[in-house]
């Protein structure tokens, strides 16, 4: 038997070596073998009571063996090795290996914390317990690479392979990784990948409980049969290799719109008209062994998307990625819509849409057996306009303040910028991932409202609007650290820190302009110019997860945050000067359990619950310098507590092998209090400000779920599902005095006490269906109804009537392969909703009401094995009536795209 243990070792010059002070590491393998094997070069050990064993240098170490390498019993972490340096080899302290040594400085006292050093060499491995080989002749893709695929490449693929052994190529293979050489030619019996695959080495199982099932006694003595028989790989005839692979797809697109065209824009998010480019290219080139160059993209022009991304990656060494988007996402400028009025809904004929975009660049070194290192720069962005619901008011009756419509659109000027540095560190030492993840951020958004003032119906819009200016920038650093640990096969251990800290500063303006010269400030409001935002943050967190014990597991978690925020601000109200502070305080503690249970036959049985406790102390006070006292100066201290609770419970079942159902429910109850320890004002009823009456607030929610799924045919497959939703608001207020005006003036006391605030219940059906009458031809199709209700004010009589209604959708999709160059390809999608104005003898056009319709169908041809032409029609309507059919439209549109593969 020949197993490999790799030991990485310190090792100091050897005497007469010129730099007495340097140390550098070696990687040495120990073999249990008697003598190396042919042509390697080590030396033959002998210690009381073991067995003799062999130590060589790794060819990665860079030093020679020297004539004695005395090594202490290998279940003893104290190693001495003579060793002498290359003659060629040279001091080497790079600033990667700083890094590097920085690193493991802090993350090896973790990783000890919960791994024990020792030094195991593999135990005897009685091999009679291994299947014999098969007796066939192996083909590698038809008998061993499925095994790879489906148990190995998870872990051993290219990308970071696991203990640095690959299975992607015969080179890879037999060169073996962190713990030696694991295919023998030859020797199956010997070779310590078939142990590990047979289950017969402790903690070295492969592939790990919860990475794959176990190979079967076939799937193993496949493998043997193919050591045995020399390790051969692929028969497949390679010819030369493929060095560049470039597709690009030009496209051109047609779409006319006859009604709204901003709503059809604000639907999906394109531009009518003419407009076309590239949908989509990609060029890749192999530079080399394991080093590769993409560029892929898009570009379409009149549309406003643009895509780009290159990337250059060396395996086992490291890349660099640069990218750069932008899309551009279309708002409707029209208002609300009010029957009694009797006119059409306003609108702003304003074009408005927001370009969102992000540029990036990053590095990473992925070198073996180091930390992987990433470090990167991104720059986000938003600018342009959208629409908002803050209307303003329209008036029936000028003499009837109550005639009143919120109803003409406003909207809001966006400018949004975020410059982001990020450095991401992970590794794995002893068996526990490190991972540790630093971002600092720039933020700065400037926002302008506007809304028009008040007018009377049928009078001339007044040249008058509302601007609210909005300017907010911050730094904010987070770093988050996390280990993870597989310590048994039966236990997973992960914890976390982070910290947060960002400090901010926010600007406010109020003022009344003249749209046709914005420079013309008819008066100001108020102003705040210097408002400062400091907040810092912990975050701990450690979770479990054990199991399974007879078809049982369980986790359990643990998280608790400590949050302070300190506010304060100057300004003018609107003439006299003004300050604010606000302070607060956030404590949380949440914890999670779970259970899972397999044993039943055919059924799996799940149950978890979250609890959180949150605790916050919050401070606010503002004084207006006028001399006088009123509800604008203030002071407030509450103490606010809620505690959450959130059970869920469900199963799993298949009885039957065409047939599966699942079923679920979940109970949510959080409860909210609030001590309001001092609440003081200036008004006539001092202490009844908003929200310091209110002392307890409860949201309790059941959700109940249900699906069936039943595959009745090889071409029939259909799945029920059902859901329903109920939740309950519940206030307690305190007694509060106030003044009403109507019907005479005077000053009443609302009693208080508990309240039923509101309700909402929602019912939730679909259905969905694939149906594949042949082989060619494959449909599909689900179908959704929902059925909601919300009610408010429950206790207090129907001041506002129930918001309720119906929404129906419709997906589906048909697929037929015409010939071997043909395909032809439909889909359908309709929704309706009816939730129309039910509330106007309350005066508010609350509601709405439309119908959706989308049909696309196209044809793909393969005219030659690098051409392919498809060319699509889509039909788009959509009726509104809660508008007046203000928003209503008919579109059609063509598209026509050529792809082209080369070679």
């Not at 003799?52 to 240098?57: G, I, L, Q, S, V």
């Not at 340096?85 to 080497?92: E, V």
């Not at 049928?458 to 609007?465: E, L």
């Not at 309720?804 to 959708?809: A, F, M, P, T, V």
Request: negative net charge.
């Amino acid at each position: 038997m020949q197993s490999m243990l790799p030991l990485s070792l310190t090792l100091s010059p050897s005497d007469g070596a010129r730099e007495k002070n340097c140390v550098m590491r070696a990687h040495f393998a120990i073999s249990d073998s008697l003598a190396p094997s042919d042509g390697e070069r080590g030396n033959i050990h002998r210690l009381p009571g073991r067995t003799p064993f062999w130590a060589r240098p790794t060819a990665s170490s860079g030093w020679k063996s020297a004539d004695t390498l005395p090594i202490a019993n290998r279940r003893y972490s104290r190693l001495k090795v003579c060793a002498t340096p290359d003659a060629g080899s040279a001091r080497r302290v790079p600033f990667i290996s700083a890094l590097r040594l920085a690193f493991l400085c802090v993350a090896t006292p973790a990783a000890l914390a919960l791994t024990p050093f020792r030094l195991n060499a593999a135990e005897a491995v009685d091999e009679s317990k291994l299947p014999p080989p098969a007796a066939v002749q192996i083909d590698f893709d038809r008998d061993i690479k499925p095994i790879f695929e489906k148990a190995c490449f998870r872990c051993h693929g290219p990308e970071r392979p696991k203990s640095s052994f690959r299975l992607d190529t015969r080179e890879a293979a037999l060169k073996g990784g962190d713990h030696g050489v694991d295919i023998i030619p030859g020797q199956s019996a010997k070779s310590p990948l078939i142990h590990y695959v047979a289950r017969l080495v402790e903690d070295m199982e492969m592939p790990p409980e919860g990475k794959g099932d176990p190979l079967t006694n076939d799937q193993i003595a496949l493998l043997r049969a193919w050591i045995d028989q020399g390790v051969k790989w692929s028969s497949a005839p390679t010819g030369p290799e493929t060095k560049i692979q470039f597709t690009v797809t030009p496209t051109i697109r047609w779409i006319t719109v006859n009604g709204d065209e901003r709503r059809f824009r604000e639907h999906y998010w394109v531009q009518d008209g003419w407009s076309g480019g590239v949908q989509d290219f990609r060029f890749e080139e192999k530079l080399g062994e394991g080093e590769r160059f993409t560029a892929e993209g898009r570009t379409f022009f009149g549309a406003h998307d643009y895509q780009l991304k290159l990337s250059l990656e060396k395996r086992d060494f490291g890349f660099g990625r640069f990218g750069f988007e932008q899309y551009r996402r279309y708002y409707d400028d029209t208002g609300g819509y009010y029957r009694p009025f009797a006119t059409n809904s306003f609108d702003l004929g304003k074009e408005m849409f927001v370009d969102i975009g992000r540029a990036w660049v990053e590095f990473g070194l992925t070198l073996p057996k180091w930390p992987r290192m990433v470090l990167g720069y991104e720059y986000q962005y938003k600018d342009g306009s959208k629409s908002t619901l803050q209307w303003s008011d329209v008036i029936a009756d000028r003499r009837d303040p109550d005639s009143a419509r919120a109803i003409y659109p406003a909207y809001k000027d966006i400018d949004e910028s975020v410059h982001m540095l990020k450095l991401d560190l992970s590794h794995e030492i002893g068996g526990v991932l490190l991972e540790d993840n630093l971002r600092a951020e720039l933020y700065d958004l400037e926002t302008q409202r506007v809304s028009r003032f008040p007018f009377t119906l049928g009078a001339p819009i007044p040249d008058r609007a509302f601007r609210y200016n909005d300017e907010h920038d911050h730094f904010q650093a987070v770093n988050a650290f996390r280990l993870e640990r597989q310590l048994r096969d039966w236990l997973f251990l992960s914890g976390g820190y982070l910290f947060s800290k960002l400090d901010g500063d926010a600007a406010f303006g109020l003022s009344a302009f003249t749209p046709s010269d914005p420079s013309m400030t008819l008066f100001v409001g108020d102003i705040a110019n210097q408002i400062l935002l400091e907040r810092r943050s912990h975050i701990f967190n450690a979770n479990s997860l054990l199991g399974p014990w007879e078809g049982l597991s369980f986790f359990a978690g643990v998280q608790n945050e400590w949050t302070r925020e300190e506010g304060f601000g100057q300004g003018f109200d609107p003439d006299f000067p003004k300050t604010f502070a606000s302070d607060r305080d956030k404590v949380v503690v949440e914890e999670s359990f779970g259970l899972r249970y397999t044993k039943i036959p055919f059924t799996v049985l799940h149950a978890d619950a979250k609890f959180q406790q949150e605790s916050i102390d919050h401070f606010e006070r503002q004084f207006v310098d006028d001399t006088f006292g009123d509800d604008r100066d203030f002071l407030r201290d509450t103490d606010a507590t809620s505690d959450l609770k959130d059970y869920r419970a469900g199963l799993s079942i298949s009885p039957w092998r065409r047939t599966s159902l699942q079923a679920g429910y979940r109970h949510r109850l959080k409860q909210n209090d609030f001590d309001h320890s001092r609440d003081t004002d200036g008004a006539d009823f001092s202490g009844n400000g908003y929200p310091a009456f209110i002392r307890a607030r409860d949201v309790e929610s059941d959700e109940i779920e249900a699906k069936i799924v039943a595959h009745w045919v090889s071409w029939l497959k259909t799945t029920l599902k059902y859901q329903l939703i109920a939740t309950d608001y519940t206030t307690a207020a305190d007694p509060s005095a106030t003044t009403i005006l109507e019907p005479v003036l005077m000053d009443v006391t609302l009693p208080g006490g508990r309240t039923l605030a509101g309700n909402y219940d929602a019912h939730v059906y679909s259905f969905n269906a694939t149906f594949i009458p042949w082989r060619r031809l494959h449909l599909s199709a689900t179908f959704s109804y929902s059925d909601s209700r919300i009610v408010s004010g429950v206790d207090n009589g129907a001041g506002v009537v129930p918001y309720s209604g119906d929404i129906i959708s419709v997906l589906s999709s048909a697929n037929w392969v015409v010939n071997e160059k043909t395909d032809w390809q439909m889909s359908y999608a309709f929704s309706t909703a009816d939730y129309s104005q039910k509330n106007e003898t309350a005066g508010w056009p609350l509601g709405i009401e439309y119908e959706r319709h989308g049909i696309t169908t196209g044809i793909t041809r393969r005219c030659t094995k690098n051409i392919t032409t498809n060319l699509q029609y889509g039909f788009f309507r959509y009726d509104e009536p809660s508008s007046g059919r203000r928003n209503d439209y008919t579109a059609h549109a063509v598209l026509a795209s050529l792809m082209i593969s080369l070679p």
